[in-house]
């Protein structure tokens, strides 16, 4: 036998009206285990379920209490003891076992296990009787044995016992065997009559008294025990499954009896097990529904998000469109732009070159000034000799006549510098219209350059308000953006709340499956 360790000698108490239930088939691995054998064990439902049921046997259970279980469920025949059971951290519980077999085709095809809470009595009588058991075993002396969950000498000491394996026939004709013999040793014994009376009336009498011990002991371990089990099964039939009952397993009638209650253990083992689950589906399942309405009210509120979403990148494309226009027509301004700016910087060279001649104009006529105040010069400086000739000759003025002639001279070559002059001035004052026109054109290319800068700064104004648009669009898209993530995460949270509780009803469901299916009815 497998030694479960470690063991801790810690008890774990079952709550008050707990029933653990659990089905194994005929190798003892467990096939169904309720939710309340689940927790006071330790295990996990996948640890227990397919394991061999000795998963939670305790080291100090002996290991005739576990042969004579299955010697006993093997034949058919159920089982009843106090049991120690072991959890996963090594505690240990006790339950009062009621192991019933599941039979087909007059086999057993498998077992079902429904664990009451034993009372303190039951659980120091069974801790006595199980240190007595280790003692015996140890010492090689046996004055007992367990049988069918109940005690039985041994030897000698257990042939009184064996009156209880007569069956009801047996014990039937064996009383009326013996009211009949009492009847007949009367009329041998007492031919003559008793007491001086007759003697039909003293076999009367015996008859009478042998039939009224018959039919009291009859009353009392036949009818009445009948009478509960009828009660008991009438509670049955009208699905009441709290009834009680005590039978003597020794009696005939208390097999039934045992039957009988059984019968309505496990009913109820299974009825509390599928109404706890069903509880549990059924409140798991108003989550289910709540969450769905929230997700309801969330997707409703994603879809007004959504839409709003659209309408603002709608608002955004007819912007961003307005923009590309805009951008468009800034672009064919800004090839005007340059192309004024490149008129204007050509008309500026034209100014440039005027200027320039104009420079040159004024050059050569400060040469021309500058030889005139020479010429000026002299012919003051000549005069001024002819005046001091003419006023040392007196009246002879040969002198004042060649100054005079040089006088001339001076004179034309004057006015060959003025004509020089008035040309050079024509020249300089056409050069000056043209460079004035020049900078007339020049001026009108640069206020064309303004227009179009200032048409440009408007464009640039319009593409400004189309970018702040833009810019509350997105934040209108940011927004709706953070409500659907928002609302996308507590439908993540709550898809995965739903796949739990789903998971959950997945199993509840299969112990439902597992709980009911030990039954079994014709299709």
Request: charged residues 20%; aromatic residues 4%.
């Amino acid at each position: 036998m497998k030694l479960n360790l470690p063991v801790t000698q810690q008890e774990r108490v079952m709550a008050e009206g707990s029933v653990l239930v659990s089905t194994t088939d005929v190798q003892g691995r467990i096939t169904h285990c309720n939710r309340a054998f689940v927790e006071i064990s330790g295990f996990d439902y996948e640890e227990l379920l397919g394991q061999p049921h000795h998963l939670v046997r305790h080291p100090d259970m002996p290991a005739e209490a576990f042969a004579d279980m299955w010697s006993t469920i093997g034949r058919g025949r159920p089982w009843s003891g106090v049991v120690k059971n072991r959890c996963k951290n090594g505690d240990h519980y006790w339950v009062l076992a009621n192991v019933s077999p599941v039979m087909e085709n007059g086999k057993p095809v498998g077992y079902m296990s429904v664990r009451l809470k034993p009372s303190r009595a039951q659980i120091a009588q069974a801790e006595a009787l199980y240190a007595r058991m280790t003692q015996e075993a140890a010492s090689g002396r046996r004055s007992f044995r367990l049988h069918a969950g109940g005690i039985r000498g041994v030897g000698w000491r257990d042939w009184p016992r064996r009156r209880h394996r007569m069956t009801l026939a047996q014990r039937t004709g064996l009383a009326s065997a013996a009211a009949l013999g009492l009847t007949v040793a009367m009329a041998w014994l007492w031919p003559q009559g008793l007491a001086g009376l007759p003697l039909w009336l003293g076999q009367a009498g015996v008859a009478a008294l042998a039939w009224s011990g018959f039919q009291a002991w009859f009353t009392l371990s036949t009818a009445q025990p009948l009478s509960e089990a009828a009660t008991l099964a009438g509670s049955l039939a009208s699905c009441n499954l709290d009834g009680e009952l005590d039978y003597n397993p020794t009696n005939p009638i208390g097999q039934i009896k045992r039957m009988l209650w059984l019968v309505n253990l496990n009913m109820r083992a299974i009825v509390t097990d599928v109404r706890g689950e069903v509880d549990d589906i059924v409140a798991e399942a108003r989550d289910i529904r709540d969450g769905t309405v929230d997700l309801s009210a969330r997707s409703e509120q994603q879809a007004q998000a959504v839409a709003e979403t659209v309408a603002a990148v709608s608002e955004m494309n007819a912007s961003l469109q307005q923009t590309s226009d805009t951008a468009d027509r800034l672009n064919g301004l800004s090839e005007k732009a340059g192309e004024h700016a490149g008129q204007g910087s050509q008309a500026t060279d034209e100014v440039a070159s005027s200027m320039g001649r104009i420079r040159h104009s004024s050059t050569r006529i400060t040469e021309i000034i500058d030889l005139m105040e020479t010429l000026a010069f002299q012919t003051n400086l000549l005069a001024l000799n002819a005046a001091v000739e003419a006023a040392h000759a007196g009246e002879q003025g040969r002198g004042f006549a060649v100054v005079a002639s040089e006088v001339r001279a001076l004179a034309h070559r004057s006015t060959e510098a003025a004509h020089q002059i008035r040309e050079l001035i024509d020249v300089s004052v056409n050069d000056v219209n043209a460079g004035g026109s020049s900078v007339d054109e020049a001026a009108r290319t640069i206020g064309g350059v303004v227009h179009a800068v200032q048409r440009v700064s408007e464009l640039l104004q319009a593409i400004q308000s189309s970018a702040q648009e833009q810019l509350i669009g997105v934040g209108q898209v940011d927004q709706a953006m953070q409500v659907i993530d928002d609302v996308t995460h507590r439908n993540a949270a709550l898809a995965r709340a739903s796949a739990e509780a789903t998971e959950s009803l997945e199993r509840r469901a299969d112990t439902l499956q597992r709980a009911v299916r030990i039954f079994r009815v014709k299709a």
